[in-house]
């Protein structure tokens, strides 16, 4: 069964610093992987997804991941936070077979400060 | 205006009745999901539907029941013998292609009183 980490709880960072949010992960097979950003009592907001190719992957926001295999890793980051990515995010992964469950990790909270 | 609607936002239910909560999608999505968050513990999947007629049981499915009889709608009932229903309620969907991602709907929040 596919598993998704996020060994960060909460990730301080100044406003204008870089910024890199954790995700490790677990599946049989070729991966599927997202990131998502929630803001207090709402929805998730899909920003970014590996499937196959550049390892790098761009998304909204200025938001960027690397995927790294070997690593089974696909962390978030921005060269530069506002403080206005305070928020909490989420990463995924599906399965490429069967049903393609998606399971998601506990989420790290992001504070950007001015 | 398309998108995936949860309602009510907020839900208040005393103990020992069951309650609905509503998912309508007009995405044409095939593929519906339903995930309970808790703080700290991040969305875990309770059901989930690939086609009209037919789904299965998530994570922690215990407590909960689905139905799927038309695809824009996935209604997810929470019964009493779900032990610890306060929480926020997300609904998803999505094309089944591979490569797609899930939209989510704003979420309903169950309280217990």
């Known amino acids: 069964a596919q598993s998704v980490a996020q060994p960060e709880d909460q990730v301080n960072v100044a406003e204008g610093n870089p910024l890199t949010v954790k995700c490790t992960y677990s599946?049989?097979?070729?991966?599927?992987l997202f990131w998502y950003v929630q803001y207090p009592n709402r929805g998730l907001q899909f920003l970014l997804k590996y499937i196959t190719g550049d390892n790098l992957v761009k998304g909204s926001y200025g938001f960027e991941a690397e995927f790294n295999k070997s690593q089974t890793s696909f962390h978030l980051k921005k060269p530069s936070a506002l403080v206005s990515d305070s928020a909490l995010y989420f990463c995924a992964v599906r399965e490429n077979t069967g049903f393609q469950k998606l399971v998601f990790g506990t989420g790290t909270r992001l504070l950007v400060s001015p | 205006d398309g998108g995936i609607t949860q309602s009510p936002k907020y839900l208040f239910r005393k103990e020992g009745q069951n309650v609905t909560l509503s998912c309508e999608q007009n995405l044409n999505h095939d593929a519906m999901y339903w995930y309970r968050q808790d703080p700290g513990q991040g969305l875990r999947l309770i059901y989930y539907?690939?086609?009209?007629?037919?789904?299965q049981k998530g994570d922690i499915a215990e407590g909960y029941s689905v139905s799927r009889e038309k695809k824009e709608s996935f209604p997810l009932t929470v019964t009493s013998a779900q032990k610890n229903p306060t929480a926020f309620y997300l609904c998803a969907s999505r094309p089944t292609r591979l490569n797609t991602e899930a939209f989510f709907g704003q979420g309903t929040r169950l309280t217990v009183v």
């Open positions: 599946v049989s097979g070729n991966p599927y």
């Open positions: 539907s690939q086609i009209v007629n037919d789904f």
